[in-house]
């Protein structure tokens, strides 16, 4: 016994020794989550909120996304870069997103502040260069640089590390993307070696992958920089860069200091195959839509009981979501849908939709292929098909949704592909 405690002993100062020498190894990374954009082509869930604040999946937020991924890698020095509607965004993540201070972690919301005079951010990397104050704060080895309103799960240390490897100025997180949506990103082309030679923001024909005339490989607008690197192309000089995609990286680009990550052989815990690679962009109605519909499917392709890897948010004291018979006995029914804390079924049938936290759909009411956001009161006998119904609207008795379509277009916001969307606090006496 003596012996074997001896052994642990002579180990301890080794153990000690290197861990020490491992949190000295590691890089000082500061992220910034850029989530100050408009939103215009998701109104009108966007009309009272900024777009990384818009509930998804009925509990979450789109930040919480991004947040849960740095979180879990353990890079919780985290600033948010806000503008536009910002105030439900603030609150959500002053109220949810709390470290340990005694670690000096933290997470906090930095709203547009004018620091170089009466203007407000022109452009993302305009933000960070009226921001510089928080970088020079921080002193990071690194930094991140990642959007809020993105849907995926990701290990930022794994690009990090691969940054440093090749001693790149900045390293472009990529994905390929069908060449039909690749006007809508930047599109990058690189060498063998993953060096990127061009850079194409937002272009109508964008170059497709070598070897592969039906896709691209697309920017998903996150990167790693070195500082010294982020600060010096933010500055205006010669130039002022206003923004990432359409300035910085094209010029990082031309000087061979830019490199592309293949966000495909990112590793996460527990990951099953059909969600490694998965990533969405949700700027429109129908992205925003779909990605909402890949959580219920049977066997879904992003899992959000991952519990190696979880996304956080904040849990309020809700009951259980309840499923009982009406009123009148009216037996419910409900297939392929996610039901929230708080909700209530009551009598009413549901198929493949998501039921957001204390909703209420009352007696004979059907539910389909639908998204419905908290505070949600379906009458009974009401249909409701292929909607997006935004906070704290009373859906009348009888009432018909997405099914006549002359007179949603008549009252309501209609996707491309026929989504109806209700506004919050929409009043249907107004009508």
Not at 309 to 319: E, G, Q
Not at 379 to 392: E, L, M, T
Not at 393 to 422: A, K, N, Y
């Amino acid at each position: 016994m003596s012996h074997g405690l001896s052994s642990v002993r002579s180990l301890l100062p080794t153990a000690v020794a290197r861990y020490v020498a491992n949190v000295a190894a590691d890089p000082n990374v500061l992220v910034i989550v850029l989530a100050g954009g408009e939103g215009n082509r998701l109104q009108p869930l966007t009309a009272d909120r900024a777009k990384p604040a818009v509930p998804f999946a009925g509990t979450y937020r789109m930040i919480d996304f991004a947040l849960s991924n740095f979180a879990n890698a353990g890079y919780r020095k985290i600033v948010v870069l806000t503008q536009y509607k910002s105030h439900s965004l603030d609150r959500h993540i002053s109220q949810t997103w709390r470290f340990s201070a005694m670690l000096e972690d933290y997470v906090t919301p930095v709203p547009a502040q004018m620091r170089r005079g009466p203007f407000w951010f022109q452009g993302s990397a305009d933000a960070i260069y009226q921001n510089l104050n928080l970088i020079s704060d921080e002193k990071p080895d690194i930094v991140c640089v990642f959007g809020a309103d993105h849907i995926y799960r990701m290990d930022p240390r794994q690009m990090v590390e691969e940054h440093m490897d090749n001693n790149a100025g900045v390293t472009v997180a990529a994905i390929p993307v069908p060449k039909h949506e690749a006007r809508d990103f930047g599109v990058i082309e690189s060498d063998a070696d993953g060096k990127i030679i061009a850079f194409h923001e937002k272009v109508e024909n964008p170059p497709t992958m070598p070897g592969d005339d039906t896709r691209c490989l697309a920017s998903m607008g996150n990167y790693v920089f070195n500082t010294e690197t982020l600060v010096d192309i933010v500055t205006p000089q010669e130039n002022q860069y206003t923004d990432l995609g359409g300035d910085v990286i094209p010029a990082l680009t031309q000087s061979g200091q830019a490199r592309v990550y293949d966000f495909s052989k990112n590793e996460i815990p527990a990951q099953e195959e059909q969600e490694r690679g998965y990533w969405r962009d949700v700027g429109t109605l129908d992205a925003f839509y779909h990605a909402n519909m890949d959580l219920i499917a049977p066997v879904p392709v992003f899992n959000l009981y991952n519990d190696k890897w979880p996304v956080f948010t904040s849990r309020k004291a809700l009951p259980p979501a309840k499923v009982s018979r009406g009123r009148g006995g009216e037996p419910p029914f409900v297939d392929d849908s996610l039901l929230c804390q708080g909700s209530i079924l009551s009598g009413a049938h549901v198929e493949r939709s998501i039921i957001g936290p204390t909703a209420f759909v009352d007696h004979d009411a059907h539910v389909t292929d639908s998204i419905i956001f908290p505070g949600v009161h379906i009458g009974p006998g009401a249909r409701v098909h292929r909607c997006i119904i935004d906070k704290n609207v009373h859906v009348p008795q009888w009432m018909r949704l997405g099914l006549e379509p002359e007179q949603d277009l008549e009252h309501f916001t209609v996707s491309d592909e026929g989504i109806v969307v209700l506004p919050k606090d929409y009043d249907f006496s107004t009508r």
